[in-house]
């Protein structure tokens, strides 16, 4: 059997393999083609655009934070500084497993399940490529624990940042206030360049008021990093502009003397200058600690002084709102004299009640027995309520009320601080509007003592006696005194605070009802005689009991059998030396009772300080 044989075509597995390598050469060519062009884009067309990425892996800009302005007193004490402090930051967009990190942090730092939810606060509303606080105010230990493994956490980092302190504690807190981290609903409202370093802002005080010039303007700074993010070279900087310096008013001298005198009590106190306006002291007890605020209060802690029947929170110099009581009764005496209801001689005898024209209802006088026979003089230096009911009737509430409102009672004093409080002084058409009834004839008699549905608050009082001192001139009250810029040291006062300049009496009677308030503190049956002994200097004032609730008819009150926190207030304002005023005083003690014995012995004190200097712990 023969086999057949195939013989090959090498002719034709030649073209074969010719094509094959031309096209695989094609393809080749093709490939080169496409990487040159794409080469050519990205290094010629677009060179620009991957260069700033390039660089941008390497080179940050960084905000620079401003350093906030210090407050200082009228002295140069320093009330509002800057430390240092050591504080633990993470960029979130640099860490693989956040859980894991923060784990393995607790093993060397001590966080606390408070910093772990203030941090989940701010994560939620701050960029992931932002350092955002776990921790503030690292100890040394700490530091040195962290950098020994800190190559262990990429994206957390150990700053040094200026925290707000407040040396004094407690003094002064409700008129300087305190700084705390920025929140949500600030967030909103902030300009987010300027505050893109800043993690604390004014909450309360003359911190929040003055915020814009306390704060300054932020840097920028352009730093080169390497792959971990870590800073290798500053390349260029445009420094942040310092906040201002604040200089205050208050004189934190006599703001000791004056809150060491009130201690132990609920109330108020508040001095100024009459001649500038200026606030001497400002005075709300009990208070707190700014510094617990600063860095973010503890739930538990925060809880104990919002939920305290002591109101420490509470500012209730500027937000207090008192019936005056007697306090008004020298404004009222001046309105009698200027409108022609009453002549300062007239004598009208005092039982120890006041009875309407064909009405049963007695309105009583603090004096059970009564006071006898009272002029002006006499009725103002011993308080006799029967004789300013019967001004009262006489001038009548639309009157009295137009009249008192002139002094600023009813309405904001206009304060640097935020959240002053109103006050009230009625009228029979607010009684309309917003009792929706008719005003009735004993309504204006117990408004003529202070007492009803007038209401003031303690800086009210003050503000009102310095525009008694001078004759009309009304100065709306200044806590700041001036500014300092920290870069140059120069000085700018604050613009003027003459809120009202007319005279509203006659200087004759502005000098008489002066000269009956001097009686009360000197004269010899005036209601604050006490605090006149042996002083050095002449003062006037008012002694003023506010009722916190009525009592019937045939009812007497005896201090000892009511709740102490239902007692009456005890109220004083003054003014020293009367031959030239520098200082007004208004004090308010809350169910402390008499205002003679409980409150005018405080005012003497602060008048005291403020005068002959006697105490100077702070200098």
């Known amino acids: 059997m023969i086999s057949r044989v195939t013989l090959r075509d090498h002719l034709r597995e030649t073209q074969l393999f010719s094509s094959r390598i031309i096209a695989a050469l094609l393809v080749i060519l093709l490939c080169a083609l496409i990487l040159v062009v794409r080469l050519i884009y990205l290094q010629v067309v677009d060179y620009e655009h991957y260069k700033t990425l ?59 399940a408070e910093d772990i939810a203030q941090f989940d606060k701010l994560r939620q509303r701050s960029a992931s490529f932002k350092a955002i606080p776990l921790r503030y105010q690292l100890s040394q230990q700490e530091v040195a624990r962290f950098s020994v493994r800190q190559h262990q956490f990429s994206g957390v980092d150990v700053h040094a940042r200026l925290l707000r302190y407040y040396p004094l504690g407690e003094l002064a807190v409700h008129a300087i206030g305190y700084v705390g981290r920025i929140n949500e609903s600030e967030q909103q409202v902030l300009d987010q360049s300027n505050y893109s370093a800043t993690s604390h802002i004014g909450k309360t005080g003359v911190e929040k008021y003055y ?32 906040g201002k310096n604040l200089y205050l008013n208050l004189d934190i001298n006599v ?20 001649k500038s306006g200026g606030l001497i002291a400002l005075v709300s007890l009990p208070g707190y600690d700014p510094n617990l605020f600063v860095n973010g209060i503890t739930s538990k802690l925060y809880q104990q002084l919002s939920t305290s029947l002591d109101k420490p929170l509470f500012n209730r110099a500027i937000k207090g709102q008192y019936p005056p009581g007697s306090t008004v009764k020298p404004l009222i005496a001046l309105a ?53 009911y019967d001004l009262a009737q006489n001038l009548g509430i639309d009157r009295m009320s137009s009249y008192l409102a002139l002094f600023g009672l009813g309405s904001r004093t206009g304060i640097d601080i935020l959240g002053e409080a109103s006050g009230l002084m009625p009228t029979r058409a607010w009684k309309r509007r917003v009792k929706k009834e008719v005003w009735y004839p004993g309504e204006t008699l117990i408004t003529g003592i202070g007492q009803g549905f007038a209401l003031t608050s303690p800086l009210q009082l003050a503000v009102a006696t310095a525009a008694l001192v001078n004759n009309g001139l009304f100065l709306a009250p200044r806590v700041v005194a001036t500014t300092q810029d ?11 605070n003459v809120k009202q300049g007319s005279q509203i009496a006659s200087k004759r009677h502005w000098g008489r009802v002066i000269a009956m308030m001097e009686e009360v503190v000197h004269g010899p049956r005036g209601s604050a005689r006490s605090i006149g002994k042996n002083a050095p200097y002449r003062m006037a004032g008012k002694t003023g009991t506010a009722q916190v609730f009525g009592i019937k008819q045939d009812e007497r009150y005896v201090k000892e059998e009511v709740a102490q926190r239902l007692r009456d207030h005890a109220l004083f304002i003054a003014f020293a030396p009367v031959e030239d005023p520098q200082i007004v005083v208004a004090v308010i003690v809350e169910n402390g009772g008499s205002g003679g014995s409980m409150a005018a012995p405080i005012a003497r004190q602060v008048m005291d300080q403020y005068l002959l200097q006697k105490v100077l712990p702070y200098n």
């Not at 504080?87 to 894991?100: F, G, M």
């Open 336 to 388: 009698g004299l200027e409108l022609n209801v009453v002549h300062e001689h007239k004598s009208i005898f005092c039982p120890g009640w006041y009875r309407l024209k064909n009405r049963s209802h007695k309105y009583r006088d603090w004096k059970r027995g009564g006071h006898g026979n009272m002029d002006m003089e006499d009725a103002i230096a011993e308080s006799c309520d029967v004789y300013f």
């Open 486 to 496: 920290q870069l140059s040291n120069e000085v700018e006062p604050l613009t003027s």
């Open 54 to 112: 390039s660089k941008n892996n390497r080179v940050n800009l960084v905000a620079v934070p401003p350093t906030r302005g210090l407050i200082f007193d009228r002295n140069g004490v320093v009330l509002a500084e800057n430390l240092p402090s050591f504080t633990l930051e993470i960029v979130v967009e640099k860490i693989v497993d956040l859980d894991a990190t923060l784990n393995k942090l607790k093993e060397i730092i001590t966080i606390t």
């Open 255 to 274: 703001q000791a003397v004056a809150e060491a005198a009130l201690a132990g009590q609920r109330g108020a106190i508040v001095a100024i200058n009459p």
């Open 211 to 242: 915020e814009a010039v306390l704060h300054g303007q932020v840097g920028v700074r352009e730093v080169e990093t390497n792959a971990q993010g870590r800073i290798l070279r500053v390349l260029s900087e445009i420094a942040p502009v310092p």
